[in-house]
């Protein structure tokens, strides 16, 4: 029960960069650049595996994950490639959007997710007693659920449903049903086993990263979510998976029951305080310039023969590291190898607080 078909349709617009990623055309540029010739994905182009990511990229999902597992395997790539006559890529960053979404699109169903597991989960927890057959004529049967092709649909609907969530629970003297992450991607495969739902396009598509600032304070979140609390670090590696099983386990923490909020709402604050975390990591610019120091990136690029951090115009982004990484990658390498100094390993944190470095434009702690 582990495989599914879905037809993508992941939209990304990144407003900050005038960039709109599909996970369609992520998937086409794996395949157009050779990148396929090792990292097999699983399936057509409607159908695709919950194996689809290898399992080192199934453990980073994030952009900065990713880039850290990218630029630490880099080498060994590089000489994969030369051994085969295979070009490098060439990767723009509208190119390194695309190909996130991509992952994202697949991440959303978590790649080890399992339909026969989620049913046992649904089980577990009781779900079955109202979303089985629509047996108490309010609860949605599992068979007919539109949000099992649409995270923030899935995100809004739970978010929604716990005000009478939390009156069934009280009526039947039941514990509220928590749910880990896993535990949500399995019962979304399980959705998704029903012949009605099995055949749904994905849909995945967020509004620009600006706009959704204003409905944070609209529908009361900024009460609680100030200071520490704050979305951004909260959201740092967050799939919306993870995002709805917080909000869904947050529910019956609540001294009110929640505000409802229509799905269309509920994208556009995921485009404020999910979207932009996930394109622009919450990074520590101090950090980063250690890392750039320890790493020895400050080597050539203050002072020496490689681009100057303080000199890059723009903004400076996970994406354009992506790029970077490709176009200058191999040159870096060689050049690295003749001064004798190795190839530096990067952690998720050090790309994350590198980025926000060379952001920053200082030179100087």
Known sequence: MRSFTLALMLVFPLAAAEIQATAERGKSILQEQSCTKCHAITGTASTVSADALMRPLAREYSPAGLVATLWNHAPKMWGAMAASNTAVPKISEQDAADVFTYFASLRYFEPMGDAGRGLKTFHSKKCDGCHLKDSTGRAVAVSKWQSASDPIALVSAMWNHIPQMREEMAKRGQKWPEL?????????????????????????????????????????CKTCHVGKNEFGPQMSRLTLTDVAAALWNHGPKMVQNPTQIPAEEMRKL??????????????DAMKGRKVAETKKCVTCHEGGSAPDFAALQGKFTVLRLTSALWAHGPNMLKQMTEKKIDWPRLTVVDVENLVAYIDSGKRQP
């Open 180 to 220: 880990t992450a896993r535990d949500l991607s399995d019962v979304v495969l399980y959705a998704r086993s029903f012949p009605a739902n099995r055949n749904q396009t994905i849909r995945l598509e967020l509004p620009p990263l600006e706009g959704g600032d204003g409905l944070i304070e609209q529908w009361g």
């Open 270 to 283: 995921l485009g404020a305080v999910w979207a932009r975390q996930f394109v622009k990591p919450a990074g």
